[in-house]
C-alpha cells in the first residue's frame, strides 16, 4: 500500500471563473510541487484540458485523472471522474449536447481555452460553460457510470451549487457513495446528510481556480498500487471511490 496525497477539484482556462495561468503544465507542476500524487482537472461542463493535463503529468511525475465539474439540470455541481480519458472525452461529447446554446462573452465571464500539451491555445470553446445542463442527477450517474466512472455531489457545505442548499438533502438516488467538501472542519455539522444515504467516503478538494488554490499534502488516501503503474492507481483510486471504501 502507497500513500497519495490528491486533489480531484481543480479548474483550468477552460473554465471561464479560472485564471488564464490554470495551464494543464502549469496546474501538473504545482501539484507536483505540492507533493499531491493524484490531481484532477474538473472544468465546468467540459474535458477539453484534459489530454494536454494526461500529457503534463507524466512530465512531472503526477498520476492524472480525467474530469468535470457537472452542473445537473437542478444546477447542482457534481464531480465526474473516469479511469479512461477516452471515456472522460466521451461524456464531453455528451455534456455538450446538453447545455444550452447560449455563447460565452469572454470580457464578461472569462476566456474559456483550450490547450496543447506546451500549452499553446489551440481552440476556445464558444458556449458558455457555466450554465446548469440538461442532464439530471440521475440522468448523469447513469452516463457517467456506463462509462466505468464515479460522480459525487461537491462541496456539499457551500451554499453556491451545492446539492444540500439546492435540494435541501442529499436524495438517496442515484445513490452516491462518496461526497466531496469544500472544508473538513465543517464535517461534523454535515454528518446527519451524509449518514441519512449512508455515505461514508468523504473527499476534499480545492475547487482551485488560481495555482496557489491547489490543495498540498493535506488530504491522502491508501492505494495497493503493485505492480506499479498510473493507469492501475487511477482505477484503483475510483474503484475505491465508487465502492466508498477509501
Known amino acids: 500500500m502507497s500513500r497519495y496525497f490528491y486533489d480531484l477539484h481543480i479548474h483550468s482556462c477552460a473554465s471561464p471563473c479560472a485564471d488564464n495561468d490554470m495551464t494543464p503544465n502549469?496546474?501538473?507542476g504545482m501539484a507536483?510541487?505540492?507533493?499531491?500524487?493524484?490531481?484532477?482537472?474538473?472544468d465546468h461542463n467540459t474535458c477539453g484540458n484534459c489530454k494536454a493535463f494526461f500529457a503534463a503529468c507524466k512530465r512531472y511525475g503526477v498520476v492524472p485523472i480525467a474530469g468535470m465539474e457537472l452542473s445537473t439540470s437542478e444546477d447542482v455541481h457534481a464531480v465526474c471522474l473516469f479511469p479512461e480519458l477516452?471515456?472522460?472525452?466521451?461524456?464531453?461529447?455528451?455534456?455538450?449536447?446538453?447545455?444550452?446554446?447560449?455563447?460565452?462573452?469572454?470580457?464578461?465571464?472569462?476566456?474559456?481555452?483550450?490547450?496543447?500539451?506546451?500549452?499553446?491555445?489551440i481552440g476556445e470553446e464558444e458556449l458558455?460553460?457555466?450554465?446548469?445542463t440538461a442532464l439530471s442527477?440521475?440522468?448523469?450517474?447513469?452516463?457517467?457510470?456506463?462509462?466505468?466512472?464515479?460522480?459525487?455531489?461537491?462541496?456539499?457545505d457551500r451554499e453556491a451549487n451545492g446539492i444540500i442548499t439546492m435540494l435541501g438533502a442529499i436524495p438517496p438516488e442515484p445513490g452516491f457513495a462518496c461526497a466531496e467538501l469544500a472544508d473538513m472542519d465543517s464535517l461534523e455539522n454535515h454528518r446527519h446528510y451524509l449518514e441519512a444515504v449512508n455515505i461514508g467516503c468523504v473527499l476534499c478538494n480545492s475547487d482551485a481556480h488560481y495555482l496557489?488554490?491547489?490543495?498540498?499534502?493535506?488530504?491522502?488516501?491508501?492505494?495497493?498500487?503493485?505492480?506499479?503503474?498510473?493507469?492501475?492507481?487511477?482505477?484503483?483510486?475510483?474503484?475505491?471511490?465508487?465502492?466508498?471504501?477509501?
Not at 95 to 107: G, S
Not at 227 to 245: D, M, Q, T, W
Request: hydrophobic share 45%.
Open 26 to 28: 502549469n496546474i501538473a
Open 32 to 42: 507536483a510541487l505540492n507533493g499531491l500524487g493524484i490531481a484532477a482537472i474538473t
Open 86 to 121: 477516452e471515456a472522460a472525452l466521451d461524456f464531453g461529447e455528451l455534456v455538450k449536447t446538453k447545455l444550452p446554446k447560449i455563447a460565452n462573452r469572454p470580457e464578461i465571464f472569462g476566456d474559456q481555452h483550450y490547450l496543447d500539451e506546451d500549452d499553446e491555445i
Open 128 to 132: 458558455l460553460l457555466i450554465n446548469a
Open 137 to 156: 442527477l440521475d440522468e448523469a450517474a447513469d452516463e457517467v457510470r456506463s462509462r466505468g466512472g464515479v460522480i459525487y455531489p461537491a462541496h456539499i
Open 212 to 246: 496557489w488554490d491547489i490543495n498540498g499534502n493535506e488530504h491522502s488516501v491508501e492505494i495497493d498500487d503493485e505492480p506499479y503503474s498510473s493507469a492501475l492507481v487511477r482505477a484503483r483510486f475510483i474503484e475505491a471511490v465508487a465502492k466508498g471504501k477509501l
